[in-house]
Nanobody, 123 residues
Framework: VQLVESGGGLVQPGGSLRLSCVASGFSLDYYDIGWFRQAPGKEREGVSCRRSSDGTTYYADSVQGRFTISRDNAKNTAYLQMNSLKPEDTADYYC?????????????????WGKGTPVTVSS
């Protein structure tokens, strides 16, 4: 099982980035896939989760309306489109299998993690 994130970089406030997460060794058709981030000195937080069964998507309040999660079945790849980026979005971003409990996006415990991709929002 492997997850490989890419697409991070340096962007000015208000800009956009699209992150990609290529999965191998398992099919995203059967797992809920999500994005997490960890800023320096802060705990990891769930950003978004997409339910595999019906495509329902969930977002943290801090990114609602700005970020969009999607999936390409043929490529077994998940994406995170990030618009209207803010300096507080600066973090390392990771994809992993996810679950949602009480509105909070969490890792589902399978512990599949990539190495992450860094996002820096700064002028």
């Amino acid at each position: 099982v492997q997850l490989v994130e890419s697409g991070g970089g340096l962007v000015q406030p208000g800009g956009s980035l699209r992150l990609s997460c290529v999965a191998s060794g398992f099919s995203l058709d059967y797992y809920d896939i999500g994005w997490f981030r960890q800023a320096p000195g802060k705990e990891r937080e769930g950003v978004s989760c997409r339910r595999s069964s019906d495509g329902t998507t969930y977002y943290a309040d801090s990114v609602q309306g700005r970020f969009t999660i999607s999936r390409d079945n043929a490529k077994n790849t998940a994406y995170l489109q990030m618009n209207s980026l803010k300096p507080e979005d600066t973090a390392d971003y990771y994809c992993s299998t996810c679950t949602v409990v009480g509105g909070t996006i969490l890792s589902d415990g399978m512990d599949y993690w990539g190495k992450g991709t860094p996002v820096t929002v700064s002028s």
